[in-house]
């Protein structure tokens, strides 16, 4: 059973707006949140992450934003770039379970020019 | 990049035959995973390593066996490959078992498909 979900497979934005992308998750004992981009024919790269203690991380044009009670979490991309046009995996890991990394499906982002 | 090769980057091979991945990294780093990755499914995990002869099942490991010999190599065996095991496999690695806020670096992946 997926522990990390992304409900939205495609996301269309345009050139300059932002780009909200979404993960829910089901194990409230996870403590760490990332997200990873992947462009075709590569492998996944990360991109930010949010501490469970947190409820906010910005890096950059990059925002993930945490609400523990909902068990969700957002990736804001402010302002979309065509160079943003991948997929984009929401990540969790807990002690637990070594923090190995569990996925969601992915959501795949097109910024329109 | 982090020193993570994998090989083949494309294979096609047919039902029934043995197919062996390879992961082969230059960081000296003791964790190694495999993940494929699905449409609708996103990464499962393989198997993974902890170190030299250390390995353990991941969520989807039937079908699947790994070795790892040297620390630099992490082999991924399809016994008898089927149609379901067509999919993009990924190698990971990471330094430490607590990756924090940074989790894994992964290779480009192989794509195999099983005809």
């Known amino acids: 059973d997926q522990q990390v979900k992304q409900n939205s497979p495609s996301l269309s934005v345009q050139e300059g707006r932002i780009s909200i992308l979404n993960c829910d998750y089901t194990?409230?004992?996870?403590?760490?949140f990332l997200w990873y981009k992947k462009y075709p024919a590569e492998g996944p790269t990360f991109l930010i992450s949010?501490?469970?203690?947190?409820d906010k991380n910005e890096d950059g044009r990059f925002t993930v934003f945490l609400n523990k009670s909902a068990k969700h979490l957002s990736l804001h991309i402010v302002p979309s770039q065509p160079g943003d046009s991948a997929v984009y995996f929401c990540a969790a890991s807990s002690y637990r379970n070594d923090y190995k990394l569990s996925f969601g499906a992915g959501t795949t982002v097109t910024v329109r020019a | 990049d982090a020193g993570i090769t994998q090989s083949p980057r494309h294979k096609v091979t047919e039902t029934g035959t043995p197919v062996t991945l390879r992961c082969h990294q230059t960081e000296n780093h003791r964790y190694m995973y495999w993940y494929r990755q699905d449409p609708g499914h996103g990464l499962r995990l393989i198997h993974y390593?902890?170190?030299?002869?250390?390995?353990d099942k991941g969520e989807v490991s039937d079908g699947y066996s790994v070795s790892r010999s040297k620390t630099e190599d992490f082999l991924l065996t399809l016994e008898s490959a089927t149609s379901s095991q067509t999919s993009v496999y990924f190698c990971?690695?990471?330094?430490?078992?607590?990756?924090?806020?940074?989790?894994?670096?992964f290779g480009s992946g192989t794509r195999l498909t099983v005809v």
């Open positions: 390593s902890y170190g030299v002869k250390d390995t």
């Open positions: 949010i501490s469970s203690i947190k």
């Open positions: 990971a690695i990471s330094e430490s078992l607590f990756t924090g806020g940074y989790g894994y670096t």
């Open positions: 194990n409230s004992m996870f403590d760490y």
